[in-house]
Antibody, heavy 119, light 108 residues
Framework: QVRLVQSGPEVKKPGDSMKVSCKSS????????IHWVRQAPGRGLEWMGW????????RYAQKFQGRVTMTMDTSISTVYMQVSSLSSDDTAVFYC????????????WGQGTVVTVSS | EIVLTQSPGTLSLSPGERATLSCRAS???????VAWYQQKPGQAPRLLMY???TRATGFPDRFSGSGSGTDFTLTISRVEPEDFAVYYC?????????FGQGTKLEIK
């Protein structure tokens, strides 16, 4: 069964950058899109963007454009998301999630990475 | 951007009752690209329903989905104790994907 395993919790200061990882447990890592979803405490789900590990193509939600960068290392089946210029509004759980293609639903989710931004 | 509005915000029911959760889109969306997720406290969301009316693996047939255009519904015919959670609808037919704000199904 496919699993997505995310990196551990982080504590950052305002203005810092963060980089979280999402590792796939299966060999055919590059046939799926990997998306990132943010969930602030007590709030709903917010889609941030995706990366296609097959070719490195990315698409970001306009809200995060310029502040988010998604990259990959196919040799270790891992996708990364870097977010710069952190503020307290970025205190959230960040999930990676998989889709078969751009328009499919998220059928596998990572366990989430808690990021706390505080001075 | 398509805005999804879920109602009610909180639904208080007793086990065995019927639950009807609504998701309304700000513009028409294809039912092929509407999904529902279940999220329990401290857990990642879990895909429950996709293409509006197709149950994901592991969910029993007391869960059903329907809808078209701008109005979509998730129904639980008889709520079981393990069904108390937050439910989100989502569309994926255009960018950005958006989620509804969620409906919390709580024990009455």
């Amino acid at each position: 069964q496919v699993r997505l395993v995310q990196s551990g919790p982080e504590v950052k200061k305002p203005g810092d950058s963060m980089k979280v990882s999402c590792k796939s447990s299966v060999y055919t890592f590059d046939v799926y899109y990997i998306h990132w979803v943010r969930q602030a405490p007590g709030r709903g789900l917010e889609w941030m963007g995706w990366i296609n590990p097959h070719n490195g193509a990315t698409r970001y939600a306009q809200k995060f454009q310029g502040r988010v960068t998604m990259t990959m290392d196919t040799s270790i089946s891992t996708v990364y998301m870097q977010v710069s210029s952190l503020s307290s509004d970025d205190t959230a759980v960040f999930y990676c999630a998989r889709t078969d293609d751009d328009l499919d639903p998220f059928d596998v989710w990572g366990q989430g990475t808690v990021v706390t931004v505080s001075s | 951007e398509i805005v999804l509005t879920q109602s009610p915000g909180t639904l208080s029911l007793s086990p065995g009752e019927r639950a009807t959760l609504s998701c309304r889109a700000s513009q028409s969306v294809s039912d092929s690209y509407v999904a529902w997720y279940q999220q329990k406290p401290g857990q990642a969301p879990r895909l429950l329903m996709y293409a509006s009316a197709t149950r994901a693996t592991g969910f029993p047939d007391r869960f059903s989905g329907s809808g078209s255009g701008t109005d979509f519904t998730l129904t639980i015919s008889r709520v079981e104790p393990e069904d108390f959670a937050v439910y989100y609808c989502q569309h994926s037919g255009s960018s950005p994907r958006t989620f509804g704000q969620g409906t919390k199904l709580e024990i009455k």
